[in-house]
């Protein structure tokens, strides 16, 4: 069984420019969930991936946009980047059910973006 | 799931104490309760969860109690060790979002 894997793992990029990350999900999960991780701060959810449709959005501006791909993959794109950008950004794959957000995620080990 | 609270923000104990992390919470729907624990440099990981039709859990040293009356949920460590060393977040499900909302967290130092 294959964890959650992210790309880049460290990143550096300058106000304004364009940023990518990306996902691939646990094997035979098919619900991906993004949160950015400020330093010495918890987890916030940015937006949530379900059958190629986001399906949940946090208090993320329209520049934080995402994809999913048919094999659950996802990315994230964050446009127009700004100072507070800088974080560690988190992939988190589950296998929603009825309840949803009641399934345990699995997290990657994240992607940490600084912007300069 | 809009608002989680979650105390203390650091704590300090030797080997062998206890250690208990509180988190409070709004939403009175919220009916599963998560805990993550998440090492220096690492993914957070679930180390126990709770569902609103019980009032307490246990898992070998770790365990979650649940005061639905109270809006709170608790972490409990027993006989601590050096590698319970890490950041503790509570989280509870925001279903209108499709997410957790996820505590500030509590930095646990276990001295050896």
């Known amino acids: 069984e294959t964890g959650v894997t992210q790309s880049p793992t460290h990143l550096i990029k300058t106000r304004g420019q364009q940023v990518t990350l990306r996902c691939s999900s646990q094997s035979g999960h098919n619900t991906v969930s993004w949160y950015q991780q400020a330093l010495g701060q918890g987890p916030q959810f940015i937006f949530q991936y379900y059958r190629e449709e986001e399906n949940g959005r946090g208090n993320f501006p329209p520049r934080f946009s995402g994809l999913q791909f048919p094999n659950y993959s996802s990315e994230l794109n964050v446009n127009a980047l700004e100072l507070d950008d800088s974080a560690l950004y988190l992939c988190?794959?589950?296998?929603?059910?009825?309840?949803?957000?009641?399934?345990?995620?699995?997290f990657g080990e994240g992607s940490r973006l600084t912007v300069l | 799931g809009e608002n989680v609270e979650q105390h203390p923000s650091t704590l300090s104990v030797q080997e062998g104490d206890s250690a208990v992390i509180k988190c409070t919470y709004s939403?009175?729907?919220?009916?599963?309760f998560p805990w993550y624990k998440q090492e220096l440099g690492k993914r957070p990981q679930l180390i126990i969860d709770?569902?609103?039709?019980?009032g307490e859990k246990k898992d070998q040293r770790i365990a979650v109690t649940l005061n639905k009356t109270a809006k709170h949920f608790s972490l409990h460590i027993t006989e601590t060790q050096p590698e319970d060393s890490a950041v503790y977040f509570c989280?509870?499900?925001?279903?209108?979002?499709?997410?957790?909302?996820f505590g500030s967290g509590t930095r646990l130092q276990v001295q050896p």
């Open positions: 988190a794959s589950s296998l929603e059910g009825r309840e949803v957000g009641t399934g345990e995620l699995f």
């Open positions: 989280a509870d499900p925001d279903t209108g979002r499709r997410a957790l909302t």
């Open positions: 709770i569902r609103s039709n019980v």
């Open positions: 939403d009175s729907a919220s009916n599963y």
